[in-house]
């Protein structure tokens, strides 16, 4: 077989059933070995649609995604996408044509230097001169993809391999690297339950790492055996019960005020699976200034990073959060956080007839089934998304995290409804974010996913505008998208039925008419331009110096 | 965050595979990770297998931060901190 057909035969090895992508060029060898084969190619109108939607297919699912470009403009489209998912570690394989090694380093035609381009923005990345190493190549890249902390993987791959003859040795499926060392942690372990046992204030600070471990049934014994209070990152929203009754919801900028001044109390933050980040942290020097800190990890690079830890384990979350799991003793600790978070819940009793994005929110997450998968871009409507909505799974909640990436949403809910074809996929965008990557409309009509979209329209890119309102003296530069398409009309050019309302009342019957519509549906949604997202930290405040609204010179 | 200020030479000893991009791999993330290259001289094992590469770099950022980086790194066998020196800054 050809080195093309390899590469399908080894994608379907893998249980690679779908793939994303766009052909091109130096990558035709491949398209031609993909026709009438048993793997299903999506068709995405841009290669970092591609990307975005081998994304939301994998993080939607646990399982990696695929995506392919060609050569140069192809490969470069990709690249957003492979920095997305190295922030937010994601498995994905990306695999790139490339021209052939004989015209290769004389700037030929649609050639860029992909391999230098991938350093900054994959795990790992391969460049394949020989088809002798092409099967060795792409098993290593399957396995490097979810091994350890999951990442991007990219395999170049030049034209005249892609040509080449080679014979396919089937082996059994590489085994993802082990985590070693997580039993030889004796000394930490007890050096942990030592400050779990004298700790008054504990708290649980977790992130994606916990469900990347596929230890969520660990961290739910782990917190009704603790009796720990809990706060999660972005990415781990949906990792605690929704019935926990001590889970104060988000941390951080954007965070629940019970979450950011319950940790900045606590007396030790047990921090599962998450990195410090400064979107958590606010001031770093002042975040949790009164808390040890046991921080359990599967990447080294993240122990010491950011937050000197006073017990550190490298190592599996699920082996080893059964090791902390013991009764601990802080009553009053717990009805403390309690109070918080009653004291500091969310009001929807919004003035006024116009929409109030919060509400509807919680009206959409009371109206879903507990499997939809809900993806969402990057600005107001997202931090809406983690303040207002409740997941049960991590899975069920696709936000790009790390790189923040306007874009992200839309090919997002199309790689989750690829991969998980009998759930309910649902994207919450805004006005800004929807038309960066609004082609991939086109990918929803030619393959009749029954996506739902809701375009939270400010017609502002309204979390910038809210910065220059709030830091910039009211100097909105560039910030004004009144001139936005009218959405409904662009989705029915792409045979997507549409609805436009901008008063409460519309909302619920507007709801139940996009669920029961079988096919997909785009909600418009009008908003006030002056709703921003609350509480906010500033810039180098501390998270217990939260801004609840605007300050009074702004009114 | 583990405090150090004053800033410091360190020379590390890494073995690596035999990969034309393990080098700018390398250099790319000493860069990143906020470390001045000092030093660098490499050269290939007796059978070609692997380079042995002597890196040398200045930071006041505690080189454990690096080495983490580094030792991530798929082409990275082996990593070894050779020898640490407050450095001479140029007036």
């Not at chain 1, 990558?27 to 939607?53: N, T």
């Not at chain 1, 492979?82 to 052939?100: K, N, R």
């Amino acid at each position: 077989m050809t080195g093309a057909e390899l590469v399908v035969k080894l994608l379907t090895e893998h249980g690679v059933h779908s793939v994303f992508g766009y052909p091109g060029g130096a990558i035709m060898p491949i398209y031609d070995a993909l026709y009438q084969s048993p793997v299903k190619h999506y068709l995405c109108r841009h290669e970092q649609g591609g990307g975005f939607s081998a994304i939301g297919y994998a993080r939607a699912s646990g399982n990696t995604g695929v995506c392919l470009a060609t050569s140069g403009p192809g490969a470069t489209n990709l690249i957003t996408a492979l920095a997305d998912a190295l922030l937010d570690s994601v498995p994905v394989v990306a695999i790139t044509g490339q021209v052939s090694q004989a015209v290769a380093g004389t700037d030929a035609f649609q050639e860029v230097d992909v391999l230098g381009m991938s350093l900054t923005c994959t795990k790992h990345s391969f460049y394949v001169r020989d088809v002798a190493d092409l099967a060795e190549t792409l098993r290593e890249a399957f396995a490097l993809a979810q091994s350890g902390r999951p990442g991007p993987v990219l395999v170049d791959i030049p034209k005249d391999v892609q040509l080449a003859q080679v014979d396919y040795r089937p082996e059994p499926l590489r085994a993802v690297a082990s985590v070693a060392g997580s039993l030889q942690f004796s000394a930490e372990i007890a050096a942990a339950r030592a400050l779990l046992t004298q700790a008054k204030q504990p708290m649980a600070y977790i992130g994606g790492g916990v469900h990347m471990a596929d230890a969520l049934a660990e961290l739910q014994t782990f917190l009704a055996t603790t009796g720990m209070p809990s706060v999660t990152t972005l990415k781990a929203m949906g990792s605690v019960a929704k019935n926990n009754p001590l889970y104060l919801g988000m941390l951080g900028m954007h965070g629940t005020q019970g979450a950011n001044l319950a940790v900045q109390q606590a007396d030790l933050l047990v921090c599962l699976g998450a990195r410090f980040d400064d979107r958590v942290t606010g001031n770093l020097k002042k975040f949790a200034p009164n808390a040890k800190v046991i921080h359990i990890d599967i990447d080294p690079a993240e122990i010491n990073k950011l937050r000197l830890a006073d017990v550190a384990m490298l190592g599996d979350l699920k082996q080893l959060l059964p090791a902390l799991t013991l009764p601990l003793h802080c009553a009053d600790w717990q009805a403390q956080c309690a109070g918080l978070k009653q004291q500091y819940g969310w009001r929807y009793d919004h003035p006024g007839e116009r929409i109030y994005a919060p509400l509807l929110l919680k009206q959409l997450s009371d109206h879903l089934p507990d499997n939809a998968v809900v993806s969402c871009d990057v600005g107001q409507h997202q931090m809406w998304v983690a303040q207002h909505m409740r997941f049960n799974s991590p899975r069920n909640h696709l936000s790009s995290g790390g790189l923040g990436t306007m874009g992200f949403g839309l090919p997002a809910a199309i790689g989750a409804k690829v991969s998980r074809p009998q759930d309910l996929s649902v994207l919450v965008t805004g006005d800004g974010s929807f038309m960066m990557n609004v082609q991939e409309l086109a990918t929803i009509k030619r393959f009749r996913l029954p996506v739902k979209i809701i375009v939270l329209d400010n017609q502002r890119l309204g979390m910038v505008k809210q910065w220059q309102q709030l830091f910039f003296a009211g100097r909105y530069s560039e910030t004004d998208l009144s001139d936005n398409p009218d959405f409904v009309s662009l989705a029915a050019a792409f045979a997507i039925p549409g609805h436009s309302i901008s008063r409460k009342e519309e909302v619920a019957p507007a709801l139940d008419a996009m669920f029961s519509w079988p096919g997909p549906y785009l909600l418009h949604v009008r908003i006030d331009e002056t709703d921003n997202v609350w509480p906010l930290v500033p810039p180098g405040a501390a998270n217990q110096d939260m801004m609840t609204d605007l300050p009074q010179w702004e009114e | 965050m583990m405090t150090q200020t004053s800033t410091q030479q360190h020379t590390l000893s890494i073995q690596t595979r035999h990969e034309a991009v393990v080098v700018e791999r390398l250099l790319q993330v000493t860069r990143y990770r906020g470390f001045t290259l000092a030093g660098l001289e490499l050269k290939p094992l007796a059978d070609f297998s692997g380079l042995l590469i002597t890196l040398s770099v200045v930071s006041d950022k505690p080189i454990s931060l690096l080495l983490n980086q580094l030792n991530k790194l798929y082409d990275v066998q082996h990593l070894e901190l050779h020898a640490s020196s407050t450095a001479a800054l140029r007036a």
